[in-house]
Structure formats: C-alpha cells, structure tokens
C-alpha cells in the first residue's frame, strides 16, 4: 500500500516532493483519499482547497484583529521573560565558577583540623608514655654497646624484641628506623661470630659460636652448614700462606703437618655441630643433600692438597723425595678414618702422568734432570778428551787388582774419563730413583736412557767425523776401543741398574708374567741393536761377534756367579750391590784444589799412574774427595771405591764406605743408614 502510495504521489509532482510533506500523517491519507475520489471530484478538488484557504486566512485575519492587544501583551511578557532567563543563566555560570575553589578550601580546613587534633594526641600520649618510648628509642644504643663488648645473649634478646615489635607496628616510622639500626648491629654481631670461626677456635667455642649463628635465624641449615665451612677454610688457607715458600721440601713438609692436623679438626667440629641423622631418618630438606656438602669441601681439600704438593714436586725436592712420600701417604692414611683415604691420588704425582709434560711428576722429572747433568758433563769431558791420555790409563788400569765385584762398574770405563763420568752421573740419577721408583716409571725411564745414551752415540760419530782424518794409528786403536768399551761394558752395565731398579720378581707380582717369559722378552733391558747401529762400523770385527750383552745379562740372571760378566777373576759378591766406576783424583797440595786425573792432560808422556790397594784408614782434614754414587742393595752392605792418585807419592788411597740396611728394609723406600771407614 505504501508503494502505491509513494507511486501516486510520483505522479502528482514531477519534480520532487515538498521537504517535511512525507513526515506529515495526513499526507499518505490525503493521497489514498485523492486515489479513492471519481473523475469529477477531482477536478473539483482544486476549487474546493482554494476556498478552503480564502475561508482560513479570513478567519485567521478576524482572531488577530479581534486579539491584537492579548498578542501585543504576550510578546512584551516573552521578551521580558527571556531577558531574565538570560540573568539567571550569567549568575549560574558564576556561581560554578566559585563552587570548586570554595570546595577545596573546605576540603584543606578540614584536612588542616584533622592532623592538628591527631597531633595534639600524639602529643599527649607521648608526653603519657615518654618512659616506655625512651627505651625504645636507646634499643639501637644499647645493641651496639652489647655487641662490641661481646655480650651476645642480651644482644639476642634485644633482636627478638625488635622482630616483635617491627611485626606488631611496621606502620610507624620510627619503629622502621629502629629496626633498621638494630639490624645493622646484628650484622656487625653476625661479622664477629664469622670472624670467630675464622680464627683458632677449639670445639666448645665453635659449639658456643654456631649456637648463636643459630639464634639469629639469619641462615638456613644448609647455608649454616657452608658458612662454616667457609670460615674454618678461610682461617686454614691463611696457616698455608704462612708457611715459607723458599725451601721447597720444608713447605711441602709443613703443609702436610699442617692439613693433616688442622682439617682432622675441622672435620671433628663439624662432625660434632651437625647431625647427618636428619637426612637420614626424613626430618631435613628433601630438595638440599646436606652430606653432599661436607662431601664436596672435604674432596676441594684434597685436590687442593694435591695441586700444593704437585706444585712444590715440579720446583724439586732433592732426595728427600722419598719422606715426602712417606709424609704424604700417612696424610692419606690418618684420612681414611674420616672416609677420605686419597692415596691413590698420590701416587700419579711420584711417576708420570697424562698429559706429557709440563706435567712430568717428581720422580721420572729428577731423573731426567740428572740424566741431563750426566750428559752434560759427559759432553765437557768429551771436548778436552785426549785419545792418547785414555792409552795412559789403559796401561796403568791393568796394574789394578783382578778380584772386582761383577754389580762393580767396569774398570774399563775409567781408561775414557767421558765415559766415567757419565757413568757416575747415570748411577746418580739411578741412586735418586731408587728413593721412590714405582715400577710404573720403567717405561718412561727406559726412554730417556735410550735419549741420553742415543745422545752419546751420538757425540762420537761427531767425534769421528771431525777429527778421524788427522787420528793416528794409537789414537784410532784408542777411539775403536772406546766404542767398544760403550757397547760391551757400559750397556751392560746400565742394563744391570735397570734390572736392580725393576726386579723381575716385582714386575712379575703387578703383571701377572712369569718371570721366565719376562727374561726371554728382555724386560726392563734396553736393546743394543739400535742404539749402537751408528757406530756399528767403528767396531772391530772381533768385537762383533761377542754376545749381545742382553742375551748375557739374562744368562747371568740364570746361572749366577758361574759367568765372569767383565772377563776377570772376580770374587763372589751378592748380585744386589750396584757401584758406580772409580774416578781416579789427583790431591793436590792445595786442600782446596781437586782434579780428576782423567780430564787433566799428563805432565808428561810417561807420567803414568800406578794404582796399588793400600787403604787409608782415615784422611787429612783438609783433603778434599769426590763424592762417589751408589745404587744401594737389598739386605747387603754398600761399598764404594774411590782411587785418589797422588800428585807427591805414587801410593792410591782406597776409601771403602759400608751401610747397614736392615733385612727387612724395602730397596724402593731408603732408611738413614750408618757410613764409615774400614781401614
């Protein structure tokens, strides 16, 4: 209907219709009244609104003439009534404007009047209770003064006192202020009760000192357990830093003494002030392994303990390698009744270990430095050598007594005084890895051996080459002999150190070999075929076809005294007494004047030494004598030879010194032993 509608009136104006004519209700019933109307009414229609208008502007003429007076008074009342809407509405605004400033100035004065009623409350219960609050305020004071005069169980009661207060009143300032001086004091308390522990402190006052750490609940049990472990660490580390660095066999002596009583202590204190029941019977943390952390400081003892005494090995002992060792094995031992036994920690630190060096450990790192020094010497001796003095010697040494040891060095080596001395120096060496000589360095000992004899080899191919075009016929029999005394008499003889160091028997108890199986396979004995391969052509042909003297030394170890090792009527001597070569001395005048004959030159060509077994029972004070070296026995006695040529007289001194090893003595582990003279 309302499209029908809309479409009429469409029709009846072209152009659009009147503004506001679709708002009107009459205007859709007028268009459907027009729809309805016939023809001829329509055409009235017209007429009939225009009359409609005429009579309704007539009428409307009429009331404003009849009314003009009532329409003239209402216009003056509205334009009176507008002008005073327009006053109140400027007043209005006015008044807005003033109502926020009157509003905060009523707001302050009240505010004003409430905080001077508080306060003069205040005022009237302080002046009440001024007694109380003067206490109150003096806690910080008298905290203090109890603290630093050491009165701890009033400093206590006053911290519980204030924890009570600071939880009844955290809203007042000055209780906040209280608080906090008073917590400063307990800190100050807490550093001195810390300090305490970082000092000499017996168990009842390590007792005394935890049961007031405890009081103060500021750590946890766990975190009490590390904080004292802290402490008597702290106090423990500053008694090794006292000790002296200087010497290194006297620190690391002190430094055992030292660990070994002061952490036992430790442990006893601890041991005595926390319970490990806790954990076990479920009262503790779960989440915290309390044991775990007295486990774990007492294993950073250790290590710490370990790195000191790698530290001062690597600086050098001496030879008193072998009571460090002792030392540091009791340690380890008084360890194991605390559950802590690290003994075998120690023994990697006495041989060598993984990696290679720097890491070298004590006893494989002297032997190295000494095998070094024999090199050395035997490289000084070697440039002011003289082949024609080692053909002097040659013939004075067979005046010697034919009855020598067969553990005896050669005498031959004493016709080439390099070789003497080298000799000397390797039995040295061997004497100071005899102190402490696990059989776990025999590999590595055996390397540097073949290094340093590989070193001599060397030296006199060089020797040769530089000087053999200008050798004469003696001096080339001497350098043929010289080579031929290396490869039959001091290989061998390094061979026999080798197996007095490393017994077989020992050996075999840690392998499990046989010893058998270990003599065919040469064990522990360095091979000549290398080594001696470089001046293989500098032997003579009737050298060559001697016995390897490994071959021999295992025949020696089978049959006995039934094979001569050194060729010469030799008297029965236990196989377990090592000699180093006799070094024949030249006593000067001068007490303070020694050569050895075998790296001076003659006086002259005949000048040659006759040596003769007349023993001195005793030497003059001022004569000087070299020290000679020993690799000691099992359960016989010691000797060792020295000849001393006299520049005066002819007459050599034979000094004989013995030492009385007891049978049960290990030959691994040295004692102190007895040394004198046997005329």
């Not at 049978?663 to 040295?670: A, D, G, Q, T």
């Amino acid at each position: 209907m309302e499209v029908e509608v809309e479409e009429v009136a469409n029709l009846l104006f072209e152009d659009e219709i009147p503004e506001g004519w679709n708002e009107n209700d009459d205007f859709p019933n007028y268009i459907i009244q027009l729809a309805s109307c016939g023809v001829e009414k329509l055409g009235k229609e017209s007429a009939h609104l225009r009359e409609e208008r005429n009579a309704i502007l007539d009428q409307t003429k009429d009331l404003a003439y009849t009314n003009y007076k009532t329409f003239i008074h209402t216009a003056e009342c509205s334009k009176t009534i507008y002008n005073d809407f327009t006053s109140v509405e400027s007043h209005l605004e006015g008044l807005s404007s003033c109502l926020p400033n009157l509003r905060k100035s009523v707001e302050s004065f009240l505010a004003t009047s409430k905080n001077l009623a508080q306060s003069r409350h205040l005022t009237s219960l302080t002046l009440t209770k001024h007694t109380q609050l003067l206490e109150i305020l003096e806690l910080p004071q008298l905290m203090d003064t109890c603290v630093r005069n050491g009165y701890y169980e009033e400093a206590l009661e006053i911290v519980a006192y204030v924890r009570r207060l600071e939880k009844k009143h955290t809203d007042i300032p000055i209780i906040v202020g209280i608080v906090k001086e008073v917590q400063a004091g307990t800190r100050l308390m807490l550093s001195q009760l810390l300090a305490q522990l970082r000092s000499p402190l017996a168990l009842p006052q390590c007792l005394k000192v935890i049961g007031l750490l405890r009081r103060l609940d500021v750590f946890t049990e766990p975190e009490l357990r590390l904080k004292f472990l802290q402490a008597r660490d702290s106090w423990f580390n500053g008694i090794l830093k006292s000790i002296p660095r200087e010497d290194a066999y006297q620190h690391i002596i002190k430094v055992v003494e030292a660990s070994r009583v002061h952490l036992f202590d430790i442990v006893t204190q601890y041991r005595a002030i926390f319970s490990d029941d806790d954990n076990r019977f479920g009262l503790g943390d779960p989440e915290v392994n309390e044991q775990a952390i007295f486990h774990g400081w007492i294993l950073h003892k250790v290590n710490q303990f370990i790195r000191l005494v790698e530290r001062d090995l690597q600086r050098g002992v001496g030879s008193n390698l072998e009571a460090v060792l002792a030392q540091c094995m009791f340690f380890g031992q008084s360890f194991s009744r605390i559950g802590a036994d690290f003994r075998n920690l120690l023994i990697p630190l006495f041989q060598l270990s993984d990696p290679p060096p720097p890491l070298q450990k004590a006893a494989l790192t002297q032997l190295e430095k000494d095998i070094r020094i024999a090199n050395i010497k035997f490289d000084e001796t070697l440039s002011c050598f003289s082949l024609m003095e080692a053909q002097q010697l040659s013939s004075s040494a067979t005046l010697l007594p034919e009855t020598q040891d067969k553990t005896r060095p050669p005498l031959s080596l004493m016709e080439f005084a390099p070789l003497a001395h080298y000799m000397n120096g390797l039995v040295a060496a061997f004497n100071t890895l005899r102190q402490c000589c696990p059989v776990a360095t025999l590999s590595e000992a055996m390397k540097l051996i073949q290094q340093s004899l590989g070193k001599v080899i060397s030296a006199l191919l060089e020797l040769h080459r530089l000087e053999s075009s200008g050798f004469t016929a003696r001096e080339v029999a001497s350098f043929q002999r010289m080579c031929c005394v290396v490869a039959n008499d001091l290989f061998p003889h390094i061979n026999k150190c080798l197996r007095f160091l490393y017994p077989l028997q020992q050996i075999a108890l840690i392998t499990g070999i046989p010893v058998n199986t270990l003599q065919r396979q040469n064990c522990g004995q360095l091979s000549s075929e290398e080594l001696l391969a470089p001046i293989q052509h500098l032997l003579p042909e009737v050298e060559e076809k001697v016995l390897n003297f490994d071959v021999r030394e295992t025949i020696i170890e089978e049959r006995g005294s039934e094979i001569d090792f050194t060729q010469t009527a030799q008297r029965d001597i236990p196989s377990d007494r090592l000699e180093a070569p006799a070094v024949i001395q030249a006593k000067a005048g001068d007490a303070d004047q020694t050569t050895d004959v075998t790296t001076r030159e003659p006086e002259t060509p005949n000048n040659e030494t006759s040596i003769s077994e007349t023993p001195s029972s005793t030497e003059a004070p001022g004569e000087d004598t070299e020290a000679m070296y020993t690799l000691g026995p099992d359960n016989e006695d010691e000797q060792i030879i020295s000849v001393h040529d006299e520049r005066q007289s002819s007459t050599e001194e034979l000094s004989v010194k013995e030492e009385s090893v007891p049978s049960s003595h290990n030959p691994l582990v040295p004692t102190d032993s007895d040394t004198h003279t046997i005329s």
